[in-house]
């Protein structure tokens, strides 16, 4: 077969997985996570200003954007 069912230095995946699963992971502190709550917002705000910005745009241009020569 292909690569998928070789081990990775000589370490079979699933091995790798369970591994993984048994790890807590990372664990944030209350500054990180109010943090990634202010950059989650912000970035959310800006995505929200860009659709309206497109939205806008397209409003002004009008119907005038699909008639052009071909």
């Given at each position: ?10 370490v ?6 369970d ?49 052009r020569?071909?």
């Amino acid at each position: 077969m292909g690569r998928a069912d070789r081990p990775f230095c000589d370490v079979s995946i699933g091995f790798i997985m369970d591994e993984q699963r048994d790890e807590e992971g990372i664990v944030l502190t209350e500054a990180q996570k109010r943090a990634r709550r202010s950059r989650s917002i912000a970035i959310a705000l800006a995505l929200a200003a860009l659709v309206i910005l497109f939205y806008v745009m397209t409003l002004v241009k009008g119907p005038g954007v699909l008639v052009r020569p071909i």
